[in-house]
């Protein structure tokens, strides 16, 4: 015996449900939180209607809409002066007269640079 589902659209704003084919689907974000809303025609045409001022003003995001904004409080790393190879054995060198223990490869503490950069203004 054959068996066919059928999925039926009911519509999130009337609750009557959407004809086959009519069903439009809007996603979208506010304050981090996602939501998704089915409508027929008719109410899909008065919900853009709706936006319609808020999008104008809105600037458009090429990111992630779902990607969540940081923290409050959440601090940015610092970043870090990658220099040329000169310029990092120039630091290594003078943090080393300075006595300060780095390594002869990878990364240079953050202080240290800091410390090299404000002995050289």
Same mark, same amino acid.
């Given at each position: 015996? +054959?068996?066919?589902t059928? @999925?039926?659209?009911? #519509?999130?704003l ?7 084919? *009519? +069903? ?5 974000? @506010?304050?981090? @939180?996602?939501?998704?809303?089915? *409508?027929?025609?008719?109410?899909a045409?008065?919900?853009?209607? #709706?936006?319609? =001022?808020?999008? !104008?003003i809105? $600037?458009? $995001?090429?990111?992630?809409? !779902?990607?969540?904004?940081?923290? %409050?409080? !959440? ?5 870090? /002066? +990658?220099?040329?190879?000169? $310029?990092?054995?120039?630091?290594? %060198?003078? %943090? ?5 223990? /780095?390594? #002869? ?6 202080h240290?640079? #800091? $410390?090299?950069? %404000?002995? =050289?203004?």
């Amino acid at each position: 015996m +054959a068996q066919r589902t059928i @999925v039926t659209y009911y #519509d999130d704003l009337d609750g009557k449900p959407i004809d086959d084919g *009519l +069903a439009q689907t809007f996603e979208f974000t @506010v304050d981090g @939180v996602t939501y998704e809303l089915d *409508l027929r025609p008719a109410n899909a045409d008065a919900f853009r209607k #709706d936006l319609t =001022h808020w999008i !104008t003003i809105a $600037q458009r $995001q090429k990111r992630d809409a !779902t990607r969540r904004p940081p923290a %409050a409080g !959440t601090r940015k790393r610092r970043k870090t /002066v +990658a220099g040329t190879k000169e $310029q990092l054995a120039a630091i290594r %060198a003078w %943090a080393k007269t300075h006595g300060y223990q /780095v390594s #002869d490869r990878g990364r240079i503490p953050q202080h240290v640079i #800091d $410390q090299f950069e %404000a002995a =050289h203004r």
